[in-house]
């Protein structure tokens, strides 16, 4: 299963939650192995991180490996912490954090270079909006927008600058746009969402919100980490790695609702990343 493959590069356990399933479509060995149509939730076992490579490696009866990207070192095709992977135009690009690039990788998991940003100092994620790239740099505190040309990618625009007052980014961590265009990004050590058109953010006359808690004085988040849009839902999950919660909120910032994780006795929940697939399926690191 090629999406699960591509978060196993960062990953020891991925949480499967699951509404009814379509059958036919693109992952027939997972498919083919589906007695239920509802599976209510499924922990992924029996694998092996290791810190010597920076890869993730496992076995079992419901999955199967078919690659591994890279390993421990600093050459093409090696890894430093790697933290996001982002999929466009049968290509995908890793973001390395510790080695403060993006690399790009055919389907085949062959590295093909590393991309040039212009102006990138700490990339954590990358993301594909039509024929922009988002690119959240922490070292910056700040969302660039690149183009790219045949020369190489272009900058068009920043969002945001390092500080704690409105419009600013302090840990920036993921960047999700919605179906109207608006710009969500997650300010971590701030303790919020904020949200931003392409010229302007919006402020809290236009009724959308900066810091949840401003408007909601029920819902805290204490480290919003990452971010997914569910354009079916009209609906954004976030990730909020302090209070370990899966929190959603509908197009204008009102919040929906937790994610319900039952979890036995002595297993521990340290929510990463999160992705909603075609299926309805939803996927936590």
């Known amino acids: 299963m090629r999406f699960l493959t591509s978060i196993h590069i960062f990953s020891s356990l991925i949480i499967l939650f699951c509404v009814p399933v379509r059958f ?18 499924e922990f992924v076992t029996n694998e092996v991180y290791s810190e010597l490579f920076d890869n993730l490696s496992g ?8 690659m591994v990207l890279g390993r421990r070192g600093n050459q093409l095709g090696e890894f430093l912490l790697p933290t996001h992977v982002g999929y466009s135009k049968n290509q995908l690009y890793i973001v390395d954090f510790g080695n403060q690039r993006i690399q790009s990788f055919d389907l085949q998991g062959q590295p093909q270079g590393v991309v040039v940003f212009p102006g990138l100092l700490e990339p954590v994620y ?3 909006i039509g024929e922009q790239i988002f690119v959240v740099d922490r070292g910056a505190a700040t969302v660039r927008i690149y183009v790219p040309e045949a020369s190489g990618m272009r900058q068009v625009k920043t969002i945001g600058k390092k500080g704690v007052e409105q419009g600013e980014l302090n840990v920036p961590g993921s960047v999700q746009v919605d179906s109207r265009g608006l710009i969500w990004v997650s300010d971590e050590q701030n303790s919020r969402l904020e949200v931003f058109t392409h010229d302007i953010i919006f402020s809290r006359n236009k009724n959308y919100f900066m810091n949840i808690d401003e408007y909601q004085p029920n819902v805290y988040l204490r480290a919003s980490k990452a971010l997914f849009w569910v354009e079916d839902l009209k ?4 990730i909020d790695s302090g209070t370990a919660q899966i929190l959603s909120f509908d197009q204008d910032g009102n919040y929906f609702g937790l994610v319900d994780v039952k979890l036995k006795k002595g297993q521990a929940f340290m929510p990463q990343s999160v992705y909603v697939d075609d299926y309805g399926n939803l996927y936590i690191a």
């Open 24 to 41: 036919g479509g693109e992952f027939e060995l997972l498919e083919s192995r589906l007695e239920r149509s509802t599976v209510a939730m």
């Open 59 to 66: 076995m079992g009866e419901d999955y199967e490996l078919e």
């Open 126 to 128: 990358i993301g594909f």
């Open 235 to 238: 609906r954004m999950f976030v």
